[in-house]
């Protein structure tokens, strides 16, 4: 997209615009044949990928995403407002009034920020960014915001903020074939770029690739992995006073709620036990992704009175507890995998077999199914699972099918 395009599509083009993405048909092809009667071959491609572009992001930001305007790089790179609200919850309790958001991108942070009340600069070295930024910040009467283009880390001007907002780009060989892999060749700016813009503010907050390793900016702070409905979305190093000091969390949300645990990297690792669970008990939890990320669920388990099950796998088991942080089976039956052990263990539960789950086990889901099908009672899962290196069948029950009560 270039800036003439952008003209075009909040000026002479935005009445055409706003019809086609309330009215406009659902088939790209037929879209494009139509609106070719009405607009330039180029004015009819630019409006389809907007319209496309604003559909397909109603998952991420919602019913404002039809006034919004994207790119289909930045709208895959933007924090949704979920997560954007986490951040600038977290520093609005800590006081912040001003946000310089570096790297700004489409915006999606800066409407957070000036959602709570913050004054938001912002800036990218692209300058359709900024403008895209700017447009959808008036999409929530929320824009008088200031803004500058500028190449980071090298800022044209002093910035008057009480706090930054990084998230640099990244261009990884490993993103672009389809593997998640950590390279911070690919980060702009670059890790010598991202501590001098650090030292420029006394707290912020650095969104970071999921696969990077703890510490390698050494920069002190707080590194955060964010979750919502168990998707990890985010990894934030909180600098400056917004950091715990030496801590180590995970945030996840389920339906608007949070849930936070911290620790700290080294009592994460201390909490690993050579001396896992013997077999499964009572209950079995599988954590989320953002926990299994961090390497915290070892430490979570720890203080919440749950064993691992092996210390090849993230899985606890134990007693009964209710958290955003974990997914809890009640076990009804469980044994060593050997032949036949799945149909026995099923009918002495009494239930059939609703879905498959493994973890360090090589087993089929569909081929499994498929076998046991059939049996008679109500549906269950059965889980593959590891115990002392001992590869292991469980029946199991959400927790949402039983009657638990949390843990206190």
Not at 95 to 102: E, H, K, N, P
Request: with cysteine.
């Amino acid at each position: 997209m270039t800036l003439d395009d952008l003209d075009y599509l909040r000026g002479e083009g935005s009445g055409l615009l706003a019809r086609w993405t309330l009215e406009g048909p659902e088939d790209p092809l037929r879209s494009v044949q139509a609106l070719r009667k009405l607009a330039s071959p180029a004015q009819s491609t630019l409006i389809q990928e907007q319209v496309t572009l604003r559909r397909k992001s109603q998952r991420k930001f919602g019913p404002r995403a039809l006034s919004m305007l994207f790119t289909r790089k930045l709208s895959e790179q933007a924090s949704g407002p979920e997560v954007a609200g986490f951040k600038s919850d977290r520093m609005a309790r800590a006081g912040v009034r001003s946000v310089a958001d570096l790297c700004c991108g489409l915006g999606g942070d800066a409407t957070s920020f000036a959602l709570r009340g913050m004054e938001v600069h912002l800036l990218d070295a692209d300058p359709v960014a900024v403008e895209l930024a700017r447009h959808n910040l008036s999409t929530v009467d929320r824009a008088a915001a200031s803004w500058q283009t500028s190449f980071l880390p090298d800022f044209a001007s002093p910035l008057d903020a009480d706090a930054f907002h990084l998230d640099p780009d990244r261009r990884t060989k490993g993103r672009e074939q389809g593997e998640d892999r950590w390279d911070d060749k690919g980060l702009s700016p670059d890790s010598d770029g991202i501590r001098r813009i650090v030292s420029r503010f006394p707290r912020g907050a650095v969104k970071l690739p999921a696969a990077a390793p703890v510490g390698f900016l050494e920069i002190p702070g707080e590194h955060q992995y964010i979750g919502v409905h168990d998707e990890l979305r985010e990894l934030i190093l909180w600098a400056g006073d917004l950091a715990r000091p030496g801590a180590l969390s995970v945030a996840e949300s389920r339906d608007g709620t949070w849930e936070e645990y911290a620790s700290t990297l080294a009592d994460a690792q201390e909490a690993f036990s050579d001396d896992p669970a013997e077999s499964p008990l009572e209950w079995i939890h599988e954590p989320v992704k953002a926990l299994v990320r961090s390497h915290l669920f070892a430490a979570w388990g720890r203080d919440h009175g749950l064993n691992l099950l092996d210390n090849s796998m993230a899985w606890l088991t134990g007693k009964a507890t209710k958290s955003l942080l974990v997914k809890s089976y009640r076990v009804l039956s469980h044994g060593p995998l050997k032949a036949g052990s799945e149909e026995s263990l099923l009918r002495e539960a009494g239930r059939s077999c609703a879905t498959v789950k493994k973890r360090g086990v090589a087993v089929v889901p569909d081929q499994m199914m498929r076998k046991l099908a059939g049996l008679p009672g109500e549906g269950a899962t059965l889980c593959y699972l590891r115990s002392r290196g001992v590869k292991w069948v469980v029946v199991c029950e959400p927790l949402d099918r039983t009657s638990a009560e949390p843990d206190s």
